[in-house]
DNA sequence: GGCCAGGACTCAA
DNA sequence: TTGAGTCATGGC
């Protein structure tokens, strides 16, 4: 069997990314196993199926399927788990306040969890705008499952997420049927034209500022603030992304800095000036404090 | 059965 | 530029 292994940095915990990627929710693009992830790439256009294990150190990776093309699964792997990061000057930050110093021991080690592809962050976004998360991972199924790439290992499917250029002619009547929104059908395929036609790209957004790049994203139909901000959180990790207008943030705040359930814009920038440079992975652990909390509940 | 979900758009004033 | 109405449907 292919086997890659790639280090890890200090401050690196792969139970809690897992944790984090399993939630309860029935995600189509990953499998996690009690002590791996299975997940299906497209390296060099070719699909591959990877396991990923944690080791002493460092991350096993077994190339089940396809290419063991060790640089391109390594790139890909430590953009998801962004494993680049030294996560220390956020620690230190979140140890001068004191509601939230609780999360370096709690959620020690838990990363920022990417989408590396830009076009799945972005109608993954759209998506979850205003539905519940349960309903939503629901419609990306459906969507991947009819339109994205099936392999099939040990009797299990595996998919990758719909090309754009099979999204870019789909009618809205077609994703109507599948209980899409006929805005978000809308939505989903004009941004799967500017993809196909080589309007929008990863490369073009990672030569603007966070703020150019908002302002591009913002000007497409169905991409308004939390929208842009949450794939440039995702898929380019810009860390100094805020979801506002997220509910979950909300909550989240609410339950543990007291907050209203809507709160100020100038509140939030308030809260938020003490974690410059690291709004996003600060965005991301509140999040992760309300998924206990889901799970807490749900286990009751 | 009603309210809320990891929002965005439209249109009136 | 601000606010209310609208979209759609599942989960609780």
Redesign the pocket.
Known sequence: MNQIFLPVPAQFSFQECLWFLDRNYDDCLHEVRENSVLKLLSIHEKPTLIEIKALDNHLQIDVLTGECAKDEICHFVTEWFDLERDLMPFYQLLAKDDDLAYMITDYHGLRLLGIPDLFEALCW?II????????AY?LKRRLTETYGYKQTYEGKDFYLFPKPEIIAKLTVEELRNM?F???KAEYLIEIARTFSEKILSKTMLEELSTAEAIKALVAI????????N?ALM?SLKRLECVTY????LY?ALNALKGLPKKPLRADLEIFFKAFQKWEAYTVFYL?RSLAVKNKAIQSI
């Open positions: 976004s979850g705008q205003q539905i519940n998360l349960s309903f629901k209980q929104s006929t805005r139909r169905g991409i308004g603030e939390w929208t842009a949450y995702k207008g997220d509910v979950g909550n999040w």
